[in-house]
């Protein structure tokens, strides 16, 4: 976490309030101590590309533009 916190490379998160495998508290820090791109995705657990694939898309298609 400390070196992804340092980088200067552009970063995305695009995670799920379901998924139990995500330290919260990290995307917390990565929030507001860096300069990622941070999407929560509400109602998906861990298979997010499976479960919410179309949004997944957009957030990273988005994403992709902005650079």
Do not use: R
């Not at 990622?36 to 957009?58: D, F, N």
């Amino acid at each position: 976490k400390d070196e992804l916190l340092k980088t200067e490379k552009p970063l995305c998160f695009v995670y799920s309030e379901q998924d139990p495998l995500i330290n919260i508290s990290w995307m917390q820090d990565f929030s507001s101590q860096s300069q990622a791109v941070i999407h929560t995705v509400p109602g998906s657990g861990h298979m997010l590309p499976l479960e919410q694939p179309k949004l997944l898309c957009l957030y990273i298609q988005q994403w992709l533009n902005e650079l």
